[in-house]
């Protein structure tokens, strides 16, 4: 009589279950815009309520500046590139000082042009697509003048401001000083 019972309830509860499915009417949706997404057809305009006075886009408030962006003093000159040479030393403590991180991220940047030893005489200089890299040693250089390089870039090499960090900039130019001295 027991299990009797059992299977009756069970199967009510199965009857109760199945008839709470309706495909017509669907049950509550958390978050509905996850499923009924709103999408946009590629190149089309967009209404005009979706931007500030139908503007296609927003400018930036006045006087913000880009998260992450660490300003630099020293403007891409001449001058600015002697002012460097001349005034601009590492921020980085000894012990911020990483000899093995510096000569990892030269490796990456640097020696294809400018050679293992700094001599000038990397991959792309054996094979002549570029001419006239320098050699470390025939020039003045100071750290400041080498992070300003790194920064803005110079004659035929460009910027690696995009490719690293401030900090790893000063870890590339602490490096190439000990280039410099061997």
């Given at each position: ?12 509860l ?14 509550y949706?958390?978050f ?6 709103v ?69 990456i ?14 991959k ?59």
């Amino acid at each position: 009589m027991k299990s009797l019972y059992k299977i009756t309830l069970i199967f009510g509860l199965m009857i109760l279950v199945a008839s709470c499915h309706n495909d017509a009417n669907p049950n509550y949706q958390y978050f509905p815009n996850m499923y009924e997404a709103v999408s946009a057809e590629t190149y089309a305009t967009a209404p005009v309520d979706v931007f500030k006075n139908g503007n296609e886009a927003q400018l930036p408030a006045a006087g913000s500046i880009n998260r992450g962006f660490e300003p630099f003093d020293y403007a891409n000159t001449p001058e600015g590139y002697a002012l460097a040479k001349a005034n601009l030393i590492s921020p980085l403590t000894v012990e911020e000082k990483n000899s093995e991180k510096g000569k990892e991220l030269y490796e990456i940047y640097c020696i294809s042009c400018h050679g293992g030893s700094g001599d000038g005489n990397g991959k792309l200089v054996e094979r002549e697509k570029f001419l006239g890299v320098p050699n470390y040693k025939d020039r003045e250089i100071t750290e400041g003048s080498i992070f300003y390089v790194e920064t803005y870039g110079l004659n035929a090499m460009g910027s690696h401001a995009n490719q690293m960090s401030t900090h790893e900039r000063w870890l590339v130019a602490d490096y190439v000083l000990k280039l410099k001295a061997q």
